[in-house]
């Protein structure tokens, strides 16, 4: 299989899986390089699906046969590592680093992070070069074309989002990269050309997508959950609530599922009505490698990620944790582990957006908006279904902190903790942080060091 270097530094195999029968089975069944010709529908199909097979949310690697190769949940790491919920209990030294908020330009993780990213921002790239041009079959109605344009609009949204997180400002390419000197010497955006790069996305997305409910990929709906999210970390408090209103209100699609458990257990559980979209993994052919980083030996893993002292004792707080505590289990010597994976040997769907962060988000813009009651009202949908009575908080103070303490107990092994105390300017108090240089991550070593002008986070250098 042909393979080029997307951005710098890395040469990326650029995959995608045939098209199946069923429109919601996104699962890599053969191989087609992003150079190859898109001419019809069934090639258009194959390249929209490649964006989900690679997405890095799980993080399952995959080769040329389908099969998985193995990796490792790079981006969602940074997120549970760095934010306190989670320790590391193995003995490499680089994963370390994210718990210490110290982390160098040439640790792995970061460098996996960056090229899989980026991987998923060709594929998409890819889409919407490639399929306008197509001409000849019938079987790709307009509504169709528009529908893969829109996904992929979506997907590198989404990309692009997780980039400005993660690194602040970086090169925003939108056109494929076939050779490995396409992009060299471009240079780093600023982190607002990166969350403009994300909002045109999100509005080209929109038309051209429909409003149907779809838990796998893109449709309308889902733009309107990362709209949300976007419009919440830009502080845009009026256009936040009133995305995240959008699909709280469509309750025949989406709710919160009771009790808290209910969406990922038991393990048949796929795409429930809380989730908004999830990343499918089969055990099979794609493994999610959250199994084996969160799992004790004796059930098939490493524990080499384990949950933190302080996210435990919150958990097991009936006052704060409720019904929450069933995302923990302790083993026969007394050792914690994380139970939100733990299908064997990795089926684990990932979450990347549920209805419960909706109404979490609203629940903040309405606070800041001195919309108190409300606000609370929205905390307590999510308290509720947790097993938890009302909240007390009454000031406007008093509720944005409970907020932020709910966010971090409803997602405790998901990847939001770091990123909400990086958006709200805590990480440095909460987390004794004395650089905030250090919100963001280092540029990687590697790609510097093939491309001089990516200039370096004033942190690392």
Aim: hydrophobic letters at 40%; a negative charge; one cysteine or more.
């Amino acid at each position: 299989m042909k393979a080029y270097r997307i951005y710098i530094g890395f040469l990326l195999a650029l995959i995608a899986a045939a098209s199946c029968d069923d429109y919601l089975d996104v699962r890599p069944k053969e191989t087609i390089p992003d150079t190859n010709p898109i001419f019809d529908k069934t090639s258009a199909e194959q390249a929209v699906r490649a964006m989900y097979n690679k997405f890095y949310y799980g993080a399952a690697s995959y080769s040329e046969n389908g099969t998985t190769s193995g990796g490792s949940p790079s981006f969602e790491a940074i997120g549970y590592l760095s934010g306190g919920n989670v320790k590391w209990t193995g003995s490499q030294s680089q994963i370390g680093e994210f718990e210490k908020h110290f982390v160098n330009a040439e640790n792995s993780t970061v460098s996996a992070t960056w090229t899989n990213i980026y991987r998923v921002v060709n594929l998409a790239n890819n889409v919407l070069a490639k399929v306008p041009l197509i001409t000849g079959d019938p079987t790709l109605t307009e509504a169709l074309r528009d529908q893969y344009l829109g996904e992929a609009y979506f997907v590198r949204a989404l990309a692009y989002f997780d980039l400005a997180r993660v690194w602040g400002g970086v090169p925003i390419i939108t056109k494929p990269t076939e050779v490995a000197t396409d992009n060299v010497g471009i240079g780093r955006g600023t982190v607002e050309e990166a969350y403009a790069q994300v909002l045109s996305d999100l509005e080209a997305a929109e038309p051209l997508l429909p409003e149907t409910t779809d838990r796998y990929r893109a449709t309308r709906k889902t733009v309107w959950a990362l709209r949300a999210r976007y419009h919440l970390y830009q502080r845009e408090w009026a256009l936040a609530e009133g995305y995240a209103d959008k699909l709280i209100a469509d309750e025949a699609s989406y709710k919160l599922v009771a009790p808290y458990n209910s969406f990922f257990f038991p393990a048949t559980v796929r795409g429930s009505v809380e989730s908004v979209l999830e990343i499918f993994f089969n055990g099979t052919t794609e493994i999610n490698n959250h199994f084996t980083s969160w799992q004790i030996q004796a059930n098939g893993g490493t524990r080499q990620w384990a949950p933190s002292d302080e996210i435990v004792a919150l958990l097991n707080n009936a006052g704060i944790g409720g019904n929450r505590n069933t995302l923990i289990a302790k083993d026969g010597s007394g050792n914690w582990y994380n139970n939100l994976y733990y299908r064997k040997p990795g089926a684990d769907p990932a979450f990347v957006i549920r209805i419960a962060e909706l109404y979490l988000i609203r629940a903040e813009a309405r606070a800041q908006r001195e919309k108190l009651t409300e606000a609370v009202d929205d905390l307590d949908a999510v308290r509720q279904r947790a097993g938890l009575a009302g909240s007390t908080a009454a000031t406007q103070q008093e509720i944005l902190d409970a907020i932020e303490l709910e966010r971090r107990v409803e997602f405790a092994f998901e990847h939001h903790r770091w990123f909400d105390l990086v958006r709200t300017d805590r990480a440095a108090a909460v987390l004794s942080i004395s650089d905030k240089g250090r919100y963001v991550m280092p540029i990687p070593a590697a790609e510097r060091l093939v491309d001089k002008t990516l200039e370096q986070n004033d942190a690392y250098k």
